[in-house]
């Protein structure tokens, strides 16, 4: 299965060398957030100009510069969560998707990626129209 990750500049670096080992989930609940180590979002999406998750209300640099196409092997499907399947077993956790555009694309990996699923690396200004 093909999915894609966008990362920043200054990560591409250590994800090319380690694969993407530090994601996690920020859980709503209550009135704060239950962070889950050991989570990568991704998409199905592969235009870095349709992604609305990538804001930069609280950072300064763009979290769509690079774009990784991920080949995941049939036997670590299992650990792709969609929308649903998250809500299951994080319940509240839909609020993570409510109001931004695409996210019916947006998966979250349980576990590490390792390198050798990352079959692509390509800067944004690379990549072209809509994929």
């Not at 299965?1 to 670096?13: E, P």
């Not at 990538?54 to 299992?78: F, G, H």
């Not at 929308?83 to 590490?112: C, H, I, Q, T, V």
Request: net charge neutral.
């Amino acid at each position: 299965m093909t999915i894609y990750h966008f990362c920043a500049r200054r990560h591409v670096r250590r994800i090319l060398r380690e694969g993407l080992t530090r994601g996690a989930l920020s859980i709503p609940m209550g009135r704060g957030f239950l962070m889950m180590q050991g989570w990568t979002w991704l998409t199905l999406c592969g235009n870095p100009n349709v992604q609305s998750w990538a804001t930069q209300n609280a950072i300064d640099y763009d979290r769509t510069a690079y774009r990784l196409t991920i080949e995941l092997p049939d036997e670590a499907i299992p650990n792709l969560y969609d929308r649903d399947r998250l809500e299951k077993e994080f319940p509240g956790s839909a609020l993570l998707f409510d109001g931004w555009a695409g996210s019916e694309n947006w998966r979250a990996y349980k576990g590490r990626i390792p390198l050798e699923w990352i079959k692509e690396s390509v800067i944004k200004e690379e990549i072209g129209g809509a994929q």
